[in-house]
């Protein structure tokens, strides 16, 4: 104690130091939270780009095909059902010469066979060569320039996934064909371009990862949310009024209320289990189906809708209820003429937040079998585009991390930046709304 | 006619009823409104709804109800279209300057008000008898002591699958520890240091930068997990890796899901705990720091000590959505239902097991399918309870500082 006191004041004394150093140590901890936080964000976001980008580019080989009258129209007749009967597999002897004469007019010499050759292409080129020659059978005998997609493994050498050390047991690629891919590359043959069809184009088969693409489970998740959007809204909306302004407060309105902030927290997948047994097993609805799904998410994002709306009608002031009361308007007619519209920027916000996370809900999904599907086609009606099988975002890019090939995984951190890009523009338009029209009373 | 052709067929009578009930009201009083008890479109809308409400529940129940499926479309067709038809002629014919139509119009909205709220209810009646009735189903087939103290899980098609929830509860629990105690230091440290230390310039860039991570959907920690930390995890314990130990053999374990929904959920926490820690009386910081207590010190021991229950509260919120969270352990947790403490090795947690049972090919009439809803509504029970209790608590907690 004495010691203490004979201390000045200006020097800090061993407790006191000890108690700053504490304090600096709880600061320090709370900094290394947040950053530990935001390392993980960068972290994440740089995984994503650095693994994602490479989708959107893709290695493509430019080919003079010679449209042999031999191999495709024996008879010279251009009779459209002959051509037809000439399947892909009997188009690949043209992309064989193709390859052929183009590696003879670039002085490239290889010791490969032909059919070798003709494997830098995509599985994929002998159906475009085929769809091209059905369209167009008054080309048959000419030669005609195409853009082919290169094969996955020669897109994943230009983009370093392939090297020749990791294709030692590999069946589908060896090292002297890397070397001519090296030739062809200086010959400007192949190259490497803007890939449009990731966005636009269809998923593929397990061996055609270079020819999936996004665009049709865009589609699936577009209708998805068209249901999500048609009924999560009006009925959200509907039950935030009534149980914000008209319900009286008894233990079935205390039920209710309990209910929406549980049903808040059930885990996705349960709704997948209610959508399965209800939805599919006792109203048949049709598998895998759009509409199936936005049902599943509608349930699921309405406590979310209901939640956020019942706080913009809890903002507006009971002032403006008691106005129009007194100049003898109905009760409702004073929420639906001046409550409803003073509500609306909040619950626009809130519904579309709640429609960014339908969006990337995967596992509900799962369960109504939206994977498993190759979304293949792009739906021909409106009608079609509702009820027929489709994929979603998020469950297309499940179904690509499970397939084997390494070449899917790229596809599927690229699907993830555009389903980013979808939730990125959502969230940003409801902040814009917030910002531009709450008002603060 | 088809069911969509008949509900447009139905919508198309009530428009037309709408339009003239509306003019029927005006011609009601010789156009001189000011006679009618409402305003005229109120007297449009009672026709509207008194067509439209009638016609298309029994157009529903027609659906719905499976014996009346024999019947054929063409009786449905005449009977839906005249009941509509019959429906408006009769609601026109009511309308007199003396008919009160606004609280006859305004009594059926409040109807429709009241049954959207009242979906909120059937949902969870849904959600739990759907689940009810199968598992029923599934504990005639299969015994429930096995299924709830059994020791192994190994669906088979041979007919002698054991299906016991235990590994999977083991799985599911480990799994959200980790996660638990990734993103509970993290969380509440970050929410410490955003309520008590940092300005409104950090605050407001460090809190919605968190929050990105609460926004980002789980099929892309998914994939993080399968995809970048198993293999990084792999290439540190595994056999050549960084530590020279072989103590891993495959990217998909507990740690590697555990970690990544760590991450997921120091959102969760921290905007959860900000909130509560926000709500401890000004008061009270003021009185520590008052009478000589450092930051640090009142922090720990009298903001923190305040807020505790709400503090609990928020952690057990983050641990129902550990367990229900299912993208995660899908793509990270692996597929090995077992009893291990070695968070290096793949295990399997209920939600996965949900997935899988039911994405087969199984019928549904054998065990091995019908058990994923017994699991369902196990993790719905679990997870309903966990969320009762954390409300609670945080509600009591609110009350106490209002």
Redesign the interface.
């Known amino acids: 104690m004495s010691n203490t006191l004979n201390n000045s004041l200006l020097t800090l004394d061993a407790r006191t130091k000890k108690r700053n150093a504490a304090e600096t140590r709880f600061r320090v901890y709370g900094i290394a939270a947040i950053g530990a936080g935001l390392a993980m964000l960068i972290l994440l976001l740089l995984t994503i780009f650095g693994n994602g980008l490479g989708a959107f580019q893709q290695t493509f080989v430019t080919l003079n095909v010679p449209l042999l009258e031999e191999k495709l129209d024996k008879n010279s007749t251009r009779n459209l059902e002959k051509i037809k009967k000439v399947s892909t597999f009997g188009y690949a002897p043209l992309l064989k010469q193709a390859m052929e004469d183009t590696l003879a007019e670039n002085g490239i010499e290889t010791d490969l066979k032909s059919k070798k050759q003709a494997a830098l292409l995509s599985k994929s080129a002998a159906a475009q060569l085929r769809n091209y020659v059905l369209a167009n059978p008054d080309m048959i005998g000419a030669t005609v320039e195409f853009t082919f997609l290169a094969n996955a493994r020669v897109d994943g050498y230009l983009k370093d996934r392939v090297t020749r050390e990791s294709i030692a047991d590999d069946k589908n690629i060896n090292a002297a064909q890397l070397d001519l891919v090296d030739a062809l590359l200086a010959a400007e043959v192949i190259e490497q371009r803007f890939n449009l069809s990731f966005i636009t184009g269809a998923d593929a088969s397990d061996q055609r990862p270079e020819a999936a693409g996004m665009g049709v489970s865009m589609l699936g998740s577009f209708f998805m949310m068209l249901v999500v959007l048609a009924l999560a809204l009006p009925i959200g909306v509907a039950a935030s009024i009534y149980l914000e302004e008209f319900a009286p407060k008894n233990w079935i309105t205390d039920i209710i209320e309990v209910n929406i902030s549980n049903l808040a927290a059930v885990p996705s997948i349960v709704f997948g289990i209610l959508g399965l047994a209800v939805f599919i097993n006792s109203m048949h609805l049709p598998q895998s189906a759009p509409l199936v799904g936005g049902l599943v998410l509608t349930l699921m994002t309405l406590p979310t809708i209901i939640i956020s709306t019942r706080a913009s009608l809890k903002s507006v002031p009971p002032s403006i209820r008691d106005a129009a009361l007194g100049v003898g308007a109905s009760k409702m007619q004073s929420v639906f003429h001046h409550v409803l519209p003073l509500a609306a920027p909040g619950i626009l916000t809130g519904t579309i937040i709640g429609l960014a996370q339908a969006l990337g809900e995967t596992a509900p999904l799962l369960l109504i079998g939206m994977i498993g599907f190759i979304a293949s086609n792009a739906p021909d009606s409106v009608a079609s585009g509702f009820l027929d099988p489709n994929s979603a975002m998020p469950a297309q890019i499940y179904e690509w991390a499970k397939r084997a090939d390494p070449a899917f995984y790229e596809r599927a951190w690229g699907g993830i930046i555009i389903l980013l890009v979808f939730l990125i523009t959502m969230n940003t338009i409801a902040v814009i709304l917030r910002r531009r029209f709450e008002r603060r009373w | 006619m088809s069911v969509f052709w008949l509900t447009l067929a139905v919508f198309l009578i009530a428009l037309l009823g709408t339009f003239a009930g509306y003019r029927r009201a005006f011609s009601v009083v010789a156009g001189d409104v000011r006679k009618l008890h409402s305003l005229p479109k109120y007297y449009g809308s009672f026709v509207g709804f008194t067509v439209l409400i009638p016609s298309l529940l029994m157009l529903i129940l027609w659906l719905v109800v499976p014996p009346l499926e024999q019947v054929s479309t063409q009786f449905r067709m005449f009977l839906v279209l005249g009941l509509a038809v019959l429906l408006m002629v009769l609601a026109i014919s009511r309308i007199t300057p003396d008919f009160r139509a606004?609280n006859a119009v305004?009594l059926v909205?409040?109807g429709?008000?009241?049954?959207?709220?009242?979906?909120?209810?059937l949902?969870?009646i849904?959600?739990v008898l759907?689940?009810l009735?199968?598992t029923r189903n599934f504990f005639g087939l299969y015994s429930w002591k096995d299924f709830f103290f059994g020791l192994k899980w190994a669906p088979n098609f041979r007919g002698d699958s054991e299906l016991s929830i235990l590994p999977l509860l083991w799985g599911t629990i480990y799994i959200s520890l980790i996660a638990l105690l990734v993103s509970v230091?993290?969380?509440?440290?970050?929410a410490?240091?955003?309520s008590?230390?940092a300005g409104p310039k950090t605050r407001g860039v460090?809190k919605p930068?968190?929050e990105?991570?609460a926004?980002?959907?789980?099929?892309?920690y998914?994939?993080?997990a399968?995809?970048?930390v198993g293999p990084l995890l792999l290439r540190t314990f595994g056999s050549g890796g960084l530590l020279g130990v072989d103590w891993m053999t495959g990217a998909t374990a507990v740690l590697t899901a555990g970690l990544v929904m760590g991450?997921m959920l120091?959102?969760f926490v921290?905007s959860l705990s900000d909130d509560i820690i926000n709500a401890v009386p000004q008061a009270m910081r003021d009185g520590s720091l008052g009478l000589g207590a450092?930051?640090?010190?009142t922090?720990?021991q009298v903001v923190i000590p305040a807020a505790l229950p709400g503090i609990i509260g928020a952690i057990l919120?983050a641990a129902?959505?550990a367990?229900?969270?299912?993208?995660i352990v899908?793509?990270g947790a692996g597929a090995l239902a077992k009893f291990s403490l070695d968070p290096l090795e793949a295990m399997t947690t209920i939600?996965t097991r949900?997935?899988s049972q039911?994405?087969g090919d199984g019928d549904?009439a054998s065990p091995e399918t019908l058990v994923?809803?017994a699991l369902?509504l196990t993790?719905?029970v679990l997870?309903?309870g966990l969320?009762?209790i954390a409300?609670y608590i945080v509600r009591t907690y609110r009350e106490q500082y209002e």
Do not use: D
């Open positions: 606004r305004e909205v409040l429709l008000l009241i049954a959207a709220a009242s979906l909120a209810i949902t969870t849904g959600i759907s689940m009735f199968e230091p993290i969380g509440l440290f970050a410490i240091y955003l008590e230390y460090a930068l968190l990105i991570l926004g980002i959907p789980t099929i892309v998914g994939l993080f399968l995809l970048t991450i120091i959102p921290s450092t930051k640090s010190e922090i720990r919120l129902s959505r367990i229900g969270e299912t993208m899908v793509l939600t949900i997935v039911l994405t549904f994923a809803f369902g993790l719905f997870t309903l969320n009762v409300l």
